[in-house]
């Protein structure tokens, strides 16, 4: 599959860029990819949710009523989770809601996810930019030369690139990612992908290993 590379302007430079079909060009995984998002969404938790059970308590041990002869059930101390105030049973503890995935489960997640974008015709190759300084309004032209400033859009960089992420951080519509940090879910959250020609020979060597 080939694709016409554009420059900041959003003008055709005449070069064209043909895609990997072992990475674009797949059948896409849906279980896989679920798999992939669940495990994403999951390492974004914090996991501290936390509730005191009833030895963490603080309160008199001291029997509130005898045994028997009350005509009433039974109780224990003011700590009972029976009581208004009393511990939980069996409440949410700090916790690490992350599971492992397989490499390979992952590098296949990620190329499904390319896969899908390359079918619906969502990827944009553009000419490498940088900013001189961070500039919000330039990066907002880029995207309205690029056509993409009405839909969310993800900008896979070669590499970190400071100026460029600091003029993108306050716009809604738009994320700045490195090509080697790259997932799927972040691949399937956007409407449009745009891809610079470095970051392409970056995916093809971490994907087509």
């Given at each position: 599959m080939e694709i016409n590379v554009l420059n900041i302007k959003g003008e055709d430079t005449g070069r064209k860029?043909?895609?990997?079909?072992?990475?674009?060009?797949?059948?896409?995984?849906?279980?896989?990819?679920?798999?992939?998002?669940?495990?994403y969404l999951a390492n974004q938790r914090q996991g501290t949710s936390k509730s005191k059970e009833r030895s963490e308590h603080q309160g008199s041990t001291r029997k509130l009523?005898?045994?028997?002869?009350?005509?009433?059930?039974?109780?224990?101390?003011?700590?009972?989770?029976?009581?208004?105030?009393?511990?939980?049973?069996?409440g949410p503890k700090p916790r690490d809601y992350g599971f492992k995935l397989n490499k390979k489960v992952k590098v296949l997640a990620r190329k499904s996810a390319l896969a899908y974008k390359a079918q619906e015709n969502?990827?944009?190759?553009?000419?490498?930019?940088?900013?001189?300084?961070?500039?919000?309004?330039?990066?907002?032209?880029?995207?309205?030369?690029?056509k993409v400033d009405d839909k969310k859009s993800l900008f896979?960089?070669?590499?970190?690139?400071?100026?460029?992420?600091?003029?993108?951080?306050?716009?809604?519509?738009?994320?700045?990612?490195?090509?080697?940090?790259?997932?799927?879910?972040?691949?399937?959250?956007?409407?449009?992908?745009?891809?610079t020609e470095d970051s392409l020979k970056t995916i093809d060597g971490i994907l087509s290993k």
């Open positions: 860029v043909t895609l990997n079909d072992d990475i674009f060009g797949i059948e896409p995984n849906d279980h896989v990819l679920y798999l992939d998002v669940k495990q009523i005898r045994q028997k002869g009350g005509g009433g059930a039974r109780r224990g101390d003011i700590n009972s989770p029976l009581l208004n105030g009393g511990g939980r049973v069996f969502a990827i944009v190759v553009v000419e490498d930019f940088n900013f001189d300084a961070p500039k919000t309004k330039d990066f907002v032209n880029i995207t309205k030369n690029l896979v960089l070669s590499g970190a690139n400071k100026n460029v992420y600091l003029s993108a951080r306050n716009l809604q519509k738009s994320k700045i990612t490195a090509a080697n940090l790259l997932n799927a879910y972040n691949v399937l959250d956007a409407d449009v992908l745009v891809v």
